[in-house]
T-cell receptor, first 111, second 112 residues
Framework: DAGITQSPRHKVTETGTPVTLRCHQTENHRYMYWYRQDPGHGLRLIHYSYGVKDTDKGEVSDGYSVSRSKTEDFLLTLESATSSQTSVYFC??????????FGPGTRLTVT | QKEVEQDPGPLSVPEGAIVSLNCTYSNSAFQYFMWYRQYSRKGPELLMYTYSSGNKEDGRFTAQVDKSSKYISLFIRDSQPSDSATYLCAMDRIQGAQKLVFGQGTRLTINP
């Protein structure tokens, strides 16, 4: 398995609270991604990074921000969580090939 | 209309059957086509990828791309219970920072 870990793996939080999810890689890959997966929608890209401090928006970026201060870490922040952000969040990494490797996912419930 | 359409199933077949999974797409700029397999409560894993049109075979799996029809397929021969998973197609336009567009996935069950 590619060296990707996500933390926490499960989280329950209340509406309006800030939440930060962490993705950590040991592969030294350039690209990192955050997706959310919901029934009926498949995987949708939230934000991605193409290098340290270089990030860009994906398809469903509203309500989310990201940061990448080190090659190995990519953080996803929900500034004020809403119930519509209840989802499973996956981090992925890739080098210069087409192979994206996914982490184990974080199940987030916003009550 | 979604850029990539995939029948969510569920699809249930007996062990040993040939399985056909399909996606259609609307964006003719897509050039790179991938199939991911996702077991329950796990992250997706890349199964196969192809560039442009044609076939690619890997063991019991064959991926086909027909760009003229905007249609891609994944065939699984001699299906096994361990193939039971959700299969997602994904597509991209250019190499580099991939902004993959995924289908919603087809849930497949192989019955012993």
């Amino acid at each position: 398995d590619a060296g990707i870990t996500q933390s926490p793996r499960h989280k329950v939080t209340e509406t309006g609270t800030p939440v930060t999810l962490r993705c950590h890689q040991t592969e030294n890959h350039r690209y990192m991604y955050w997706y959310r997966q919901d029934p009926g929608h498949g995987l949708r890209l939230i934000h991605y990074s193409y290098g340290v401090k270089d990030t860009d928006k994906g398809e469903v970026s509203d309500g989310y921000s990201v940061s990448r201060s080190k090659t190995e870490d990519f953080l996803l922040t929900l500034e004020s969580a809403t119930s519509s952000q209840t989802s499973v969040y996956f981090c992925a990494i890739s080098g210069d090939s087409y192979e994206q490797y996914f982490g184990p996912g974080t199940r987030l419930t916003v009550t | 209309q979604k850029e990539v359409e995939q029948d969510p199933g569920p699809l249930s077949v007996p062990e040993g059957a040939i399985v056909s999974l399909n996606c259609t797409y609307s964006n003719s700029a897509f050039q790179y086509f991938m199939w991911y397999r996702q077991y329950s409560r796990k992250g997706p894993e890349l199964l196969m990828y192809t560039y442009s049109s044609g076939n690619k075979e890997d063991g019991r799996f064959t991926a086909q791309v027909d760009k003229s029809s905007k249609y891609i397929s994944l065939f699984i021969r001699d299906s096994q219970p361990s193939d039971s998973a959700t299969y997602l197609c994904a597509m991209d336009r250019i190499q580099g920072a991939q902004k993959l567009v995924f289908g919603q996935g087809t849930r497949l069950t192989i019955n012993p």
